[in-house]
């Protein structure tokens, strides 16, 4: 037992536990990629539409389209892009890396303002803030911030304390190149000047000091933003659209009441991190508040410790805290005020993009008062060399380590669970207009399938769509290259010879024009395509219809006919569906061949039997009601489904009971047939 306090400190002190936090956090970032988030907003995808120009060979300045966006990122993109394909998950990875490296700057950052205690405790914050997880997943340019943040404080609070030139070039550059990541980044003069006066204010001989180093940042940066500032000059239309757009200074936001706008604002932005958060579902599961009750104690200890600059603790007899003048707690003080700007003076606040920029400095105010909690519980335990004083500090520790395991939990809940599962999530990620470019990719057998990329090749069949789909959801043209498509109105029918895949829009009168582009005989079959939601739609609409036609295949001799033998059935078979809903379901498949003519249409009921007792029914036209028997022509082949909700198949005691009625007076038509039940299996 001599040995455990030497482990125990070596286990706490060391890098050790930073490599654990670093790997939590990237655990955090990664795990369930592909499923949380959902979809593809398009603002991701207008990013991937500009990376495919970039590949093409144009290599702008700024990118003017989607109300201007600065290039850094998009140029990852373009690199991702390149690599992996069109799919969600190239937009989105270089979030990720970005997350990850912005976990260790803010380590960094957080080391030489303070000490690697705080360190420590800043970087477990920032690895189980919901906010940051989030920005590391999605394919927002606005993650760059909080890296360059980071990377240029840490640089220029190195060059204030040790006066080499080498980290006033580094701030320097790095403050630079911080514009070209995140309009929000325009309100950064605003904290540098603050933290100015204030050096002026209580550290003049200082300044002085540092004159020459401050000269050499103000070089660097202007070098790195000269050709943005030119840019900008040339084209203010571009760059500084967008700011007028969502200003609380425009009459069309405040609404001719601008104080109790910014009023309102102010409350609201404050009380983000506490009580209420970003309602939006892109950015934030809706009105979450940035910390949860466990982390906002820690964060209202922290900022009293900021505001009071007494940041004494103690730790087996050496001071833990800050030494002398209060530089570095002013600076997380008005660097997160003045980046907090950006969401305050703006619609929606709070607005977790726009007030990205506060991330690297604001949590340090939980790891500042988790260090005090630890300190304080430290200094109250026995000072003597024995095990037991060891463990009497470990337990001391387990009150804020305590507290961050409340902030992993309620993030891990609320994120990939919560959040993961919620409908409008996917609905405002655009998940539907994603989940229709899956089903034409996997159609054509290549390009993203809504799961993964797929290998090919591609087998040429004929997609079709409306042109208005693809202006509606910019995840469209990304992610279905537009040579593979043709758009209605056609003049002149495609190729049946390798399948058509139809894509239309559901709430117009399509029959007419897509049947006359389609040879008969023809094997046709319809579903509804996936559900989409817009930011102000009441409820959720299908997005298309898809039509799929293709050559008459082989058949198998009739198990049933009906009518006078104007409609055989080919084959019934039911597959089970259990992940559809929670008790399980199940889809009969019908393939029906037209005989002889039909002058009336017919609804299909399809009665599920069990032991002779009836389980579940369904009635519906064939085709999900959209091929109806009137239009039917001699040799067609037509798939109809059937979904039967709360029925898990039993072969063994189970039949189907199908037949027809006519639509219109409920008369029915002919016998129905009886069959037993046969499975099929999913593809």
Same mark, same amino acid.
């Given at each position: ?13 060391? +890098? ?46 700024? @990118?003017?389209?989607? +109300? ?11 690199? #991702? ?36 205690? !705080? ?16 920005? #590391? ?11 360059? %943040? ?88 571009? !760059? ?111 607005? @977790? ?112 769509? $409306? /042109? ?39 709430? /117009? ?5 897509? @049947? ?82 039909? $002058? ?9 039997? /069990? ?51 006519? %639509? ?20």
């Amino acid at each position: 037992m001599k040995h455990f306090k030497p482990k125990l400190a070596t286990l706490w002190s060391g +890098n050790g536990i930073v490599v654990l936090l670093l790997l939590l956090g990237a655990g955090l970032r990664l795990v369930g990629w592909g499923d949380v988030p959902p979809g593809l907003y398009h603002d991701e995808a207008y990013n991937g539409l500009d990376a495919l120009k970039v590949l093409q060979g144009h290599f702008p300045l700024y @990118f003017a389209a989607n +109300n201007g966006r600065e290039p850094l990122f998009l140029y990852l993109i373009a690199a #991702s892009v390149g690599v992996l394909g069109r799919s969600p998950l190239a937009v989105r990875l270089p979030s990720f890396f970005v997350g990850f490296l912005t976990l260790a700057a803010t380590y960094d950052l957080t080391r030489v303002l303070f000490n690697r205690r !705080v360190a420590r405790w800043a970087l477990a914050v920032l690895a189980v803030t919901f906010w940051h997880i989030h920005l #590391s997943r999605m394919g927002f340019r606005a993650v760059l911030l909080p890296l360059f %943040t980071a990377l240029f404080l840490a640089q220029a609070v190195r060059g204030v304390k040790t006066g080499r030139i080498r980290h006033w070039i580094a701030a320097g550059t790095l403050y630079g190149g911080m514009w070209y990541t995140y309009m929000a980044a325009r309100f950064t003069p605003v904290a540098l000047c603050a933290v100015l006066v204030y050096i002026l204010l209580t550290r003049r001989r200082a300044a002085l000091v540092h004159a020459r180093g401050a000269l050499v940042f103000c070089a660097a940066a202007l070098l790195v933003l000269l050709p943005l500032g030119v840019y900008t000059l040339q084209n203010p239309e571009i !760059v500084l659209a967008r700011t007028g757009q969502v200003t609380i200074f425009s009459s069309e936001i405040h609404q001719g009441h601008f104080w109790a706008t910014l009023a309102r604002h102010t409350w609201n932005t404050a009380a983000m991190f506490f009580i209420q958060g970003d309602r939006i579902w892109r950015h934030n599961l809706a009105w979450r508040p940035v910390w949860d009750p466990a982390l906002g104690l820690a964060c209202v200890i922290g900022i009293g410790v900021a505001l009071g600059g007494r940041f004494r603790a103690r730790a087996r007899n050496r001071q833990a805290g800050t030494r002398g003048h209060a530089l570095p707690l002013v600076l997380i003080v008005v660097w997160t005020a003045a980046m907090a700007l950006p969401t305050l003076l703006a619609e929606d606040a709070p607005h @977790f993009l726009r007030g990205v920029g506060v991330l690297p400095t604001v949590v340090l105010f939980p790891a500042l008062g988790l260090a005090w909690i630890e300190s304080r519980g430290i200094s109250a335990v026995s000072q003597s060399a024995s095990h037991t004083s060891a463990i009497r500090q470990w337990a001391a520790r387990g009150i804020p380590v305590f507290m961050l395991l409340i902030g992993l939990t309620f993030t891990v809940r609320d994120y990939f669970i919560t959040y993961a599962q919620a409908p409008l999530a996917y609905h405002w990620l655009e998940g539907g207009a994603v989940d229709l470019a899956g089903v034409l990719n996997a159609a054509r057998g290549v390009g993203w399938d809504g799961a993964r990329m797929l290998p090919g090749p591609d087998n040429g069949r004929t997609l079709i769509a $409306d /042109r208005g789909l693809w202006e509606s959801w910019e995840a469209l043209p990304f992610l279905v290259p537009v040579e593979r498509m043709m758009f209605l109105p056609l003049d002149v029918p495609p190729p049946l010879d390798t399948g058509l895949t139809f894509a239309v829009w559901p709430y /117009r009168d399509w029959q007419a024009e897509v @049947f006359s582009l389609i040879p008969r005989p023809v094997y046709l079959s319809v579903r509804a395509g996936p559900d989409v939601r817009g930011d102000k739609d009441p409820e959720p609409f299908m997005a298309a219809l898809l039509i799929s036609a293709e050559p008459r295949p082989e058949v198998p001799t009739a198990v049933a006919n009906f009518g006078t033998g104007e409609i055989s059935l080919r084959a019934a078979l039911v597959r089970p569906e259990m992940r559809a809903m929670p008790k399980g379901g199940a889809t009969v498949r019908l393939w029906w061949d037209c005989r002889a003519p039909l $002058d009336a249409d017919y609804t299909v009921f399809v009665h599920y039997l /069990r032991d002779g007792e009836l389980l579940a029914q369904h009635d519906m036209p064939p085709g999900a009601g959209y091929l109806l028997t009137s239009g039917w022509q001699v040799g067609d082949l037509i798939l109809d489904e059937h979904f039967l909700p709360d029925v898990v198949p039993d072969p063994v005691r189970d039949t189907l009971r199908i037949g027809f009625y006519r %639509t219109d007076i409920g008369e029915p038509w002919g016998t129905w047939a009886e069959l037993g039940v046969i499975l099929e299996t999913e593809p």
